[in-house]
């Protein structure tokens, strides 16, 4: 059973371009959250979405970022005019059930977008 | 919301000694408390979790209290070894969330051999 897949691993993009953020859950995960960490520092918690609906998006930047997790394909983080201020590491995890209900939250290994 | 405040940030301690980790926490109906490990460029993994109707759980060298009446919980680490060294995050539910945890700003664990 893979985990948690996320790509691309290394991303760089120049200011003003656009960067998408790809994440499949694990097998049989039906709930998907997408958090930033920025260089030591702590997980910023994002937005929770369940397939095809977003359930907490309350860790988004009103601009720029959106998220979604269509019926058939992966999770998508999509940020567009990328600022330099955007460049952190983005986490995808995964849940079988609603947190914290049940099970625990399996993250994958993160994308580290580079804003030049 | 939920506030998550951890500490220490840095925490060295020598190879078989004990490392503690302590967490508080503002929702006094948060009832899961998590935590994870991540080392130097890989992605968080749990390492023990307990929920709010124990007080304590333990997993070999790893050790988790809870104290709910002060709204903190602890990571006990014994017998420490260099394999040990990573970052540590706490996390507990965001208030009034469907789901979402709310994490501490992490304590960077050093092992010295």
């Known amino acids: 059973n893979a985990g948690v897949m996320q790509n691309p691993r290394h991303l760089v993009r120049r200011r003003g371009q656009e960067a998408r953020l790809r994440c499949s859950p694990m097998k049989g995960h039906s709930h998907v959250y997408w958090y930033r960490q920025l260089p030591e520092e702590g997980l910023k918690f994002m937005v929770y979405l369940q397939k095809e609906n977003i359930i907490d998006e309350s860790g988004m930047p009103k601009e720029r970022f959106s998220a979604e997790f269509p019926k058939e394909g992966p999770s998508i983080l999509r940020i567009q005019q990328v600022v330099r201020g955007d460049s952190a590491a983005y986490f995808c995890a995964s849940s079988q059930e609603q947190m914290p209900d049940t099970g625990e939250l399996f993250f994958g290994e993160g994308s580290r977008l580079t804003v030049l | 919301g939920e506030n998550v405040e951890q500490h220490p940030s840095t925490l060295s301690v020598q190879e078989g000694d004990s490392a503690v980790i302590k967490c508080t926490y503002s929702?006094?109906?948060?009832?899961?408390f998590p935590w994870y490990k991540q080392e130097l460029g890989k992605r968080p993994q749990l390492i023990i979790d307990?929920?709010?109707?124990?007080g304590e759980k333990k997993d070999q060298r790893i050790a988790v209290t809870l104290n709910k009446t002060a709204k903190h919980f602890s990571l006990h680490i014994t017998e420490t070894q260099p394999e040990d060294s990573a970052v540590y995050f706490c996390a507990a539910p965001r208030a009034g969330s469907q789901g979402n945890l709310i994490f501490g700003k992490g304590t960077k664990l050093s092992v010295k051999p």
């Open positions: 307990i929920r709010s109707n124990v």
């Open positions: 929702d006094s109906a948060s009832n899961y």
